[in-house]
């Protein structure tokens, strides 16, 4: 009669062991996780799409436990290639595809700062560039109503980025002259429109 019992008992723990794992790999696929990359920097300063990265990383790996769970389907090795397997994979596929883009972004940073480098190179060069023009030209300090050119040009630009609304087409008016004047007394400079060395360093600073 004991051995009966016990023949009993292990065959229901061995039930509920079953149903156990069952349950377990049900709602836990094999390595369902998609980890989150190691290379990305948790301080990035795009807080949003550090954000947006954490979020899609959470709903791939939640439609992986989904899928699995309700329909035993896995979408990253399917089985099947019926109507319903092919649209779970293909949902599958667009939210890893925003995985993948956001962690490309992340992982950008120091290409950027490259970027921002060669810009901030070509605005010194452009400036010295500037000044180069207006040494070798010894009317610089005299431009005229009337007088056009690349450095009429150049300095119209400056003044533009200024906030000045004045025309930028190389030609130095009385709109021209006026706004030197202009700017010269913002600065507290000698105001007299004339374009002089301390004028043209207050523009290009």
């Given at each position: 009669?004991?051995?009966?019992i016990i023949?009993?008992l292990?065959?229901?723990?061995g039930?509920?062991g079953?149903?156990l794992?069952?349950?377990y790999?049900?709602?836990?696929?094999?390595?369902?996780?998609?980890?989150v990359?190691?290379?990305?920097?948790?301080?990035?300063?795009?807080?949003e799409?550090l954000?947006n990265?954490y979020?899609?990383?959470?709903?791939?790996?939640g439609?992986?436990?989904?899928q699995?769970?309700?329909?035993?389907?896995?979408v990253?090795?399917?089985?099947d290639?019926?109507?319903q397997?092919?649209a779970?994979?293909s949902?599958?596929?667009?939210?890893?595809g925003?995985v993948?883009?956001?962690?490309s972004q992340?992982?950008?940073?120091?290409?950027?700062?490259?970027?921002?480098?060669?810009?901030?190179?070509?605005?010194?060069n452009r400036?010295?560039?500037?000044q180069?023009?207006?040494?070798?030209n010894?009317?610089?300090n005299?431009l005229?109503?009337?007088d056009?050119g690349?450095?009429?040009?150049?300095?119209?630009?400056?003044l533009?980025?200024?906030g000045?609304?004045?025309?930028h087409d190389?030609i130095?008016?009385?709109?021209?002259?006026?706004?030197?004047?202009?700017?010269?007394?913002?600065?507290?400079?000698?105001?007299?429109?004339?374009?002089?060395a301390?004028?043209?360093?207050?523009?290009?600073?």
């Amino acid at each position: 009669m004991k051995q009966i019992i016990i023949i009993l008992l292990v065959v229901i723990v061995g039930i509920m062991g079953y149903n156990l794992y069952k349950k377990y790999h049900r709602f836990n696929p094999p390595n369902f996780e998609y980890p989150v990359s190691e290379a990305v920097d948790a301080n990035h300063p795009d807080k949003e799409l550090l954000l947006n990265y954490y979020q899609a990383v959470e709903a791939v790996n939640g439609y992986v436990i989904t899928q699995w769970s309700a329909n035993e389907l896995d979408v990253r090795n399917p089985e099947d290639d019926n109507a319903q397997t092919l649209a779970a994979v293909s949902e599958y596929s667009k939210k890893l595809g925003y995985v993948k883009y956001f962690e490309s972004q992340l992982l950008k940073p120091k290409e950027e700062k490259t970027v921002i480098k060669k810009d901030a190179s070509k605005v010194e060069n452009r400036k010295k560039l500037i000044q180069k023009l207006f040494y070798a030209n010894s009317q610089a300090n005299g431009l005229q109503i009337g007088d056009r050119g690349a450095l009429v040009y150049e300095i119209q630009r400056l003044l533009v980025q200024k906030g000045d609304s004045i025309v930028h087409d190389g030609i130095f008016s009385t709109e021209t002259f006026n706004a030197i004047y202009a700017f010269e007394e913002q600065n507290g400079l000698f105001a007299d429109g004339i374009l002089d060395a301390i004028t043209l360093d207050y523009l290009l600073n």
